[in-house]
């Protein structure tokens, strides 16, 4: 736990560079570009679970919705799937109907909140959800990169944390996964009735 704290810290700095970067306002190009077939058909679903970090809370952190809800996440109270994307990422644009099956397959069972990191929040990701049917994913927005920062920055979107009831952290993916295959439900699904045990 002070290994990861510490990883956080170093890379602070370094991650406000890089994401300032990667979101700078110059994305509408890549933005047509991201859900093209194209673009999508060369986008790797390679992301592996990663349980180190398993034992660390739900960040106290507070998204809002392009209504202005706000949600505090760490007072969720119930089991969440939390995925950090963004319109200007290809793998997050791939990843997003798998998580729109996944959410409307688990129920009941685990929240799955999606939260764009995009500067420009509500302006770029309600024409996003409006191209595409997502009804089961809501459009949670943190246009400062709070989260971000929070996971130690860094421009590797998406980033998936599964948390239990009580927001402890079971594991995590970085990177595309396949959230459409049985395998992502079992791994989901055991991890939450591990922690329940």
Same mark, same amino acid.
């Given at each position: 736990?002070?290994?990861?704290?510490?990883?956080?810290?170093a890379?602070a700095?370094l991650?406000a560079?890089?994401?300032g970067?990667? &979101?700078?306002?110059?994305?509408?190009?890549a933005?047509?570009?991201?859900?093209s077939?194209?673009?999508?058909?060369t986008?790797?679903?390679?992301?592996t679970?990663d349980r180190?970090?398993?034992?660390e809370?739900?960040?106290?952190? %507070?998204v809002?919705?392009?209504?202005?809800e706000e949600?505090?996440?760490?007072?969720?109270?119930?089991p969440?799937?939390?995925?950090?994307?963004a319109t200007?990422c290809?793998p997050?644009?791939?990843?997003m109907?798998?998580?729109? &099956?996944?959410a409307?397959?688990l129920d009941?069972?685990?929240?799955?909140?999606?939260?764009?990191?995009?500067?420009?929040g509500?302006?770029?990701?309600e024409?996003?959800?409006? %191209?595409?049917? /997502?009804?089961? /994913?809501?459009?949670?927005?943190?246009?400062?990169?709070?989260l971000?920062?929070?996971?130690g920055?860094g421009?590797v979107?998406?980033? %998936?944390?599964?948390y239990d009831?009580?927001?402890n952290?079971?594991w995590?993916?970085i990177?595309a996964?396949?959230?459409?295959?049985?395998?992502?439900?079992?791994?989901?699904? &055991?991890?939450?009735?591990?922690?329940?045990?």
């Open positions: 736990m002070a290994k990861s704290r510490l990883f956080l810290s890379s700095a991650a560079l890089s994401l970067a990667c &979101d700078n306002g110059g994305e509408d190009a933005q047509e570009n991201v859900g077939p194209a673009s999508s058909e986008v790797e679903l390679t992301g679970l180190s970090f398993a034992g809370t739900i960040p106290e952190v %507070t809002v919705n392009p209504q202005g949600l505090v996440l760490s007072e969720v109270g119930e969440v799937l939390l995925n950090l994307w200007w290809a997050c644009v791939v990843e109907p798998l998580l729109n &099956d996944l409307a397959d009941g069972q685990v929240r799955v909140l999606t939260v764009s990191e995009d500067m420009r509500a302006e770029v990701v024409p996003f959800f409006a %191209t595409r049917d /997502l009804a089961n /994913l809501p459009q949670w927005l943190d246009p400062q990169n709070d971000a920062f929070t996971f920055g421009p979107l998406p980033l %998936t944390v599964l009831a009580q927001g952290e079971l995590r993916v990177g996964y396949d959230w459409g295959s049985e395998e992502a439900r079992t791994e989901v699904l &055991d991890a939450l009735a591990a922690s329940d045990s």
